[in-house]
């Protein structure tokens, strides 16, 4: 293979990997997944590790890959995905000595409110679609017990988040169960059903009660037990201001800036 073919090959593999190791991105990113090769992936939600090393691991590897592909013999297109794949690669090792610093939970925008928005939205464009959503809800308590794994290192790390934004994630957590029979993410597959045209009526009824099952079994009994053990580490987090308050904020703060804006 030249080195552009090499490449591109390097890109693709790398890009089935990242896409399918969430299914939300995954089916949000691509319609036919085994266009890509990908075929039966994981339902998995994702998880959130508590160490560092088995990330920076994999950059490392995909870095010393990554290198044994000669720059010089790319195409103009190709070096410069070289380059910005490199950077990427690079900050993400950079950003080791921050891994708890991250914060999935937030007011508004943290993943207790984004994560029924992505569910209320995920397409079924084909009745396997909704066989691996319904799959998808049930990994919801799994998922959370990650995040708060999570959460309770960033606790013994003194990382933890102020008791105020804490009390305000409680209180989405408890708006979201509190919606009862109203609550969207039963409407919401009702009308993705209508629109599914291979699925007959008593398919989507039987469709429809399973969703309410895996609501009621996994999905809300999960919020629950976050908003129990956030209550649990409310007033564990030690600093109340801003991120130059934390232990090497300011650095971590210069490497967000550079994260984010690759400059």
């Known amino acids: 293979l030249n080195a552009d073919r090499k490449f591109e090959s390097f890109t693709e593999t790398l890009f089935s990997q990242e896409v399918s190791s969430n299914t939300i991105t995954l089916h949000y990113t691509l319609c036919n997944p085994s266009d890509y090769g990908i075929d039966n992936p994981a339902v998995s939600l994702g998880t959130y590790p508590v160490s560092s090393a088995e990330t920076c691991a994999a950059a490392e590897n995909c870095l010393s890959l990554l290198n044994k592909i000669p720059y010089q013999e790319l195409n103009s297109d190709n070096q410069l995905t070289w380059k910005v794949l490199e950077d990427s690669l690079k900050r993400t090792l950079d950003g080791a000595p921050y891994h708890l610093y991250d914060e999935p939970l937030s007011p508004l925008t943290g993943i207790q409110s984004q994560l029924p928005v992505l569910l209320s939205e995920y397409r079924f464009y084909q009745e396997t679609d909704v066989t691996t959503y319904l799959e998808l809800l049930k990994t919801v308590p799994e998922h959370f017990d990650s995040l708060l794994a999570y959460e309770r290192a960033k606790s013994e790390a003194g990382l933890f988040m102020a008791s105020y934004t804490a009390d305000s994630i409680i209180d989405e ?28 009526e008593s398919k989507k009824d039987s469709y429809i009660s399973e969703n309410k099952q895996a609501l009621e079994t996994y999905v809300f009994p999960a919020y629950q037990k976050l908003a129990a053990d956030l209550m649990e580490l409310r007033e564990t987090g030690r600093n109340q201001n801003g991120l130059c308050y934390l232990p090497d904020g300011a650095s971590y703060y210069e490497y967000l800036v550079k994260e984010e804006t690759g400059s």
Do not use: P
Not at 177 to 198: C, Q
């Open 173 to 200: 957590c408890n708006s979201f169960l509190s919606m009862g029979d109203s609550n969207y993410l039963y409407s919401s597959s009702e009308k993705r059903l209508d629109e599914l045209e291979e699925c007959d």
